[in-house]
T-cell receptor, first 112, second 116 residues
Framework: DGGITQSPKYLFRKEGQNVTLSCEQN?????MYWYRQDPGQGLRLIYY???????QKGDIAEGYSVSREKKESFPLTVTSAQKNPTAFYLC???????????FGEGSWLTVV | AQKITQTQPGMFVQEKEAVTLDCTYD???????LFWYKQPSSGEMIFLIY??????QNATEGRYSLNFQKARKSANLVISASQLGDSAMYFC?????????????FGSGTKLNVKP
């Protein structure tokens, strides 16, 4: 089945460490997005990519980095510069018509 | 200014009754799309319904309907015959522009609790 796969589902990070969240899609979509969600809150855009080898900062990009070397993959690195990284992270990709957004199952990141 | 506003942080509804979740949006682009997503406690985002800005009819999908009032810039979700499984967070979202390369904006969500 086509879709978006995120891994890991749960991740614990020590303070000062970088961690990378994986996002893979087999939908053949050009655009991919990363969102952050804090408990009881809405989604905030971290980074988005409209095409391979190109990406733009979203509303809360500080402390995060991304790459888009392949169409299928859009990994997110949470760096040690991100002061409060504990959150739920969602990877998404809009449908070709723009009439829907496909989401991965999300990754829960906890700093210990 | 907020692109999407959901003014109801939490709602209660009795099982089998209908409930309306409010959503207002802000855009000057004549072409846009409006979405509703359901997020249960597991975290997955479940697509419910879509309304295009040029659509003449209100969108419906089973028990879900979108009350689209363009002049008021509102896109309320109506759930008929609520079920216990409808208890979840609900997010309204908007795509500005015509294609899938535009950013999508999400509201802060409404937590719906269905009482037996």
């Amino acid at each position: 089945d086509g879709g978006i796969t995120q891994s890991p589902k749960y991740l614990f990070r020590k303070e000062g460490q970088n961690v990378t969240l994986s996002c893979e899609q087999n939908l053949n979509h050009d655009a991919m997005y990363w969102y952050r969600q804090d408990p009881g809150q809405g989604l905030r855009l971290i980074y988005y990519s409209q095409i391979v080898n190109d990406f733009q900062k979203g509303d809360i990009a500080e402390g995060y980095s991304v790459s888009r070397e392949k169409k299928e993959s859009f990994p997110l690195t949470v760096t040690s510069a991100q002061k409060n990284p504990t959150a739920f992270y969602l990877c998404a990709s809009p449908g070709l018509s723009g009439n829907t957004i496909y989401f991965g199952e999300g990754s829960w990141l906890t700093v210990v | 200014a907020q692109k999407i506003t959901q003014t109801q942080p939490g709602m209660f509804v009795q099982e089998k009754e209908a409930v309306t979740l409010d959503c207002t949006y802000d855009t000057s682009d004549p072409s846009y799309g409006l979405f509703w997503y359901k997020q249960p406690s597991s975290g997955e985002m479940i697509f419910l319904i879509y309304q295009g800005s040029y659509d003449q009819q209100n969108a419906t999908e089973g028990r879900y309907s979108l009350n689209f009032q363009k002049a008021r810039k509102s896109a309320n979700l109506v759930i008929s015959a609520s079920q216990l499984g409808d208890s979840a967070m609900y997010f309204c979202a908007m795509r500005e522009g015509q294609n899938n390369f535009n950013k999508f904006y999400f509201g802060s969500g409404t937590k719906l609790n269905v009482k037996p």
